[in-house]
């Protein structure tokens, strides 16, 4: 079935460092791709998407681009902030199916 | 305004009481959801009602049972409640069930069974 897969954390990193957090999936088909993020204490919110091969999603300074010939949409931001620190969840969902199918979460932890 | 509100915050209660958590929209969205997050962070989908109607009915035990009296509210009864049910429970929304639209999620609901 369909599946993502990211990266385990908790990743750790020091203010102003590059960020990337690893997201690949499985599908059957052409999937639109997500980045939520869930800041300590709240609810998610989408981050970023991306719908067709080769698109970029950005926000807030992060990036992720839909590759899907290595299945993957990698987020990336260059230089991080304390208030990054969050849980980052990368999910997909296809047209033939009404729920989003999420990865584990990546816990980022940001160091002044 | 609250998009995506939930009730109560936190609920703490004794293991084979009944409970109920609220969830209204605001967004004018037609799909709702209910999830359950554990305390490793893991999302898992419970149900889901598309105008009124059930579409997505994971796994989970007979003891959960939604009920959406309208398009801007989806409820979440749990009878005899476990230990096990012990998680943050959010409620979600989104507009239609196309692929690209994004799910609005509320501020959840931690549930503690002692």
């Known amino acids: 079935g369909d599946s993502v897969t990211q990266m385990e954390g908790p990743v750790t990193l020091s203010e102003e460092a590059f960020l990337t957090i690893n997201c690949t999936y499985t599908a059957t088909g052409y999937p639109s791709l997500f980045w939520y993020v869930q800041y300590p204490g709240e609810g998610l919110q989408l981050l970023l998407k991306a719908t067709k091969a080769d698109d970029k999603g950005s926000n807030k300074g992060f990036e992720a681009t839909y590759r899907k010939e290595t299945t993957s949409f990698h987020l990336e931001k260059g230089s991080v902030q304390v208030s990054d620190s969050a849980v980052y969840f990368c999910?997909?969902?296809?047209?033939?199916?009404?729920?989003?199918?999420w990865g584990a979460g990546t816990k980022l932890i940001i160091k002044p | 305004d609250t998009a995506v509100s939930q009730t109560p915050k936190y609920l703490v209660t004794q293991m084979g009481n009944d409970k109920s958590i609220k969830c209204e929209q605001n967004l004018g969205h037609d799909t709702m959801y209910w999830y359950k997050q554990d305390s490793k962070k893991f999302l898992k989908i419970m149900f889901s009602?598309?105008?009124?109607?059930?579409?997505i009915n994971e796994t989970v035990p007979n003891r959960f049972s939604p009920k959406s009296p309208d398009k801007a509210h989806l409820n979440l009864h749990i009878n005899s409640l476990e230990l096990g049910d012990s998680a943050v429970y959010f409620c979600?929304?989104?507009?239609?069930?196309?692929?690209?639209?994004?799910?609005?999620f509320g501020p959840g609901t931690r549930l503690t069974v002692t």
């Open positions: 999910a997909l969902r296809m047209d033939s199916n009404y729920q989003l199918i």
């Open positions: 009602y598309n105008n009124k109607e059930l579409i």
């Open positions: 979600a929304s989104s507009q239609g069930t196309v692929t690209t639209y994004e799910q609005y």
